[in-house]
C-alpha cells in the first residue's frame, strides 16, 4: 500500500488529476484465474455517493480482467474499470458490484470527485476461486510504482517511488483487507 504519508507520493494528488499509474510487479498465482488489482482509496466528506458516513473510506476496485502485462501492471484511467466500495461497511455504492466505469467515467457521473484527494494506491491479489484452503502459495511483489499526474497541461512527469512491499500468501488477515467472495470474477 502506498500512501499520503510515505515520502515523495504527489503533492495534492486528487482522482481528477491522475493521469495513470504503473507498477512494475512480480506475481505468481494459486490457481487459475488468480491477479493482481487496484484499489484506490479516497475520503468523500460531502457524503454523496451513498456511503454510510462521510468519514467512510471508499475504495474504487479495479472490476475487470487483469491489466498485467508482462511484469507491469497498468491503469489507464479511460480503460480501467472500476466499481465503488464502502470499505467501512463492507456494501458496493452506486448500483452494486457489478456497476463499473472507467476512472474518467466515475469523474464524469459524479464531477465532485475531481478534486477528491486520493490517499493511497494499493495492489492487492484477486482469487478466482474464493479464499485460499490449505496452503497458498500466490505472491505479489511490488517493485515500484510510478503515478503521473499532469504538469500545468504539460508532458506528464512520472512520480516514483520503490516499494519494498513483498505479500505472499493473502488470506485476507494480511494488509488488505478480504473482499466479498464474488468480487474477483
Not at 480482467?65 to 466499481?83: H, Q, R, Y
Amino acid at each position: 500500500m502506498w500512501d499520503s504519508t510515505v515520502t515523495n507520493y504527489p503533492a495534492s494528488l486528487t482522482l481528477g488529476n491522475l493521469a495513470s499509474i504503473s507498477a512494475n510487479v512480480t506475481f505468481a498465482a494459486d490457481q487459475s484465474g488468480d491477479q493482481p488489482y487496484y484499489e484506490l482509496a479516497f475520503f468523500d466528506s460531502s457524503d454523496s455517493l451513498g456511503q454510510g458516513n462521510a468519514t467512510d473510506q471508499i475504495l474504487m476496485l479495479q472490476f475487470q480482467t487483469t491489466t498485467l502485462s508482462g511484469g507491469t501492471l497498468a491503469v489507464d484511467p479511460n480503460a480501467t474499470e472500476f466499481n465503488l466500495y464502502d470499505n467501512d461497511t463492507g456494501v458496493y455504492l452506486a448500483g452494486g458490484q457489478q456497476d463499473t466505469d472507467t476512472l474518467n467515467g466515475w469523474l464524469s457521473t459524479y464531477s465532485f470527485l475531481n478534486g477528491v484527494a486520493l490517499q493511497q494506491v494499493r495492489i492487492g491479489i484477486g482469487l478466482a476461486g474464493g479464499p485460499c484452503i490449505g496452503p497458498c502459495s500466490e505472491s505479489l511483489t511490488v517493485n515500484s510504482l510510478d503515478i503521473e499526474t499532469p504538469n500545468n497541461g504539460a508532458v506528464p512527469e512520472p512520480t516514483s517511488i520503490l516499494l519494498l512491499l513483498t505479500v505472499v500468501g493473502i488470506t485476507g488477515k494480511g494488509i488488505y483487507r478480504r473482499l466479498p467472495q464474488n468480487h474477483r470474477s
